[in-house]
């Protein structure tokens, strides 16, 4: 009985060891899906996010949104290998560049995390299929907790 368990625990450790043996870090190359021009709507407002590919250690990308005949607002925004990990770095309206470390990746879903941050401090970009892409911003904001989704779709760079 002792030994069949020993056997057990053996065969089971090999398993999990084989399983993330292969396993890397991610890098931008992770990210090479997101290039391209995306779009989705949020009420009366058009979100656009225009992402370059993978190249020189960085991933350069801009975002705007867009109400009747007016952009509401906008975002630099950049995905860099920094440190032998992924940041993700926006700059709203032009402004201060904010650092979100990658916290976890799973699947086609990066979190980054800045828990210092006012507002998010968590950014989520999650592949949900051939040209689907949920972008997600969530944390405290005046003690509550919040969360925005804005679903985008692939679409031909005009």
């Known amino acids: 009985m ?3 368990r020993i056997v057990l625990l053996a065969v089971m450790v090999l398993v999990i ?10 890098s931008l190359n992770d990210l090479g899906w997101l290039s391209g021009c995306w779009e989705g709507r ?3 407002a058009v979100i656009e996010e225009i992402w370059s590919k993978p ?10 949104t867009v109400k009747g005949d007016r952009t509401a607002s906008f975002e630099f925004m950049q995905f860099r290998e920094e ?4 940041v993700f770095l926006p700059q709203p309206q032009g402004g201060t560049r ?4 990658l916290k976890d990746s799973f699947g086609g879903k990066m979190t980054f995390e800045n828990k210092e ?3 998010p401090q968590r950014v989520i970009y999650e592949r949900k299929g051939p040209g689907l892409l949920l972008a997600t911003v969530e944390g405290t904001y005046k003690g509550k907790e919040e969360r925005e ?3 985008m779709r692939k679409v031909r760079c005009s």
């Open 83 to 86: 440190n032998g990990t992924l």
């Open 149 to 151: 989704e804005f679903q």
């Open 117 to 119: 941050h006012d507002f």
């Open 98 to 101: 904010v650092s979100f470390p």
């Open 55 to 64: 190249g020189g250690g960085s991933m350069l990308g801009l975002g705007r």
């Open 2 to 4: 002792v030994r069949q």
């Open 42 to 44: 949020v009420r009366d």
């Open 17 to 26: 060891a084989s399983t993330t043996a292969g396993q890397t870090k991610p």
